[in-house]
């Protein structure tokens, strides 16, 4: 009689069958999409043995609810895997719109106050603004602060998970997304170009005098002031995205 290999020898060990190791496999593959696009989850910042193990525990409690999807289908196994990570794309992409809201807020006041400096943040994985990388870094601990990671565990448990439901929850994230940061960016442009206007007429009154260098930094001032403002309620916008799974 022929040893037991060493899949073999740890399926008995851990008390698992071949369906669910399979089912872990499966598991993954919904979980790899959140893994891979949600900045909470590191992106560059972790390496890719890394990701893939935060993959794993997290597969860890999907993998039960689909052992009997793995022990039935007849789909060929990289067919099987590749549905699966389609499947949890959608759900990526709504768990990760909150953060990048926040991010393209704050990449909008870099822009009205004239930082140009660009930050790389492996955690992001681009480089954008001072103001942008905090308000991601706000964004990424609202979303584990939130209990993001068990949310999107809780959204992909379902065994008859299907296209229709995450996809139109995507789009309907997307969508909330853009209008947030567009009712946020509305009132910041409109105070940049008052006191753009207002600076204009101080430095044409006072001529020759050149009070430029004053201007600025005042002017930053006031948009990080009016963003403080908002700060509140585009928070609680963007944990409603966050909380809000497919």
Do not use: Y
């Amino acid at each position: 009689m022929a040893a037991p290999g060493l899949v073999e020898s740890w399926l008995e060990v851990f008390n698992l069958t071949a369906a669910d190791l399979r089912a872990w496999g499966l598991a993954w593959a919904r979980v790899a999409p959140s893994v891979t696009l949600v900045p909470a989850f590191g992106l560059r910042a972790l390496p890719g043995p890394a990701r893939a193990a935060l993959g794993l525990a997290i597969a860890a409690c999907v993998a039960p609810a689909l052992t009997p999807l793995a022990a039935s289908s007849k789909l060929a196994w990289p067919v099987l895997l590749l549905q699966q990570m389609a499947l949890g794309l959608p759900v990526a992409l709504v768990a990760a719109v909150g953060i990048w809201t926040l991010v393209m807020v704050g990449g909008v006041v870099d822009d009205l106050r004239g930082a140009r400096a660009e930050s790389s943040i492996a955690v992001l994985d681009k480089p954008i603004g001072p103001t942008g990388v905090l308000m991601g870094l706000l964004g990424c601990w609202l979303f584990l602060q939130s209990g993001g990671p068990a949310r999107i565990a809780e959204a992909l448990i379902r065994p008859g998970l299907a296209f229709k439901q995450p996809l139109l929850g995507a789009a309907l994230h997307l969508t909330q997304g853009i209008q947030i940061a567009l009712a946020v960016a509305a009132p910041l442009i409109a105070a940049s170009l008052v006191l753009q206007l207002a600076s204009a007429l101080v430095t044409r009154a006072a001529n020759p005098a050149h009070l430029q260098p004053v201007l600025e930094p005042l002017k930053s001032l006031a948009l990080l002031g009016i963003l403080a403002l908002l700060l509140d309620r585009l928070l609680t916008a963007s944990a409603g995205l966050l909380l809000h799974l497919p």
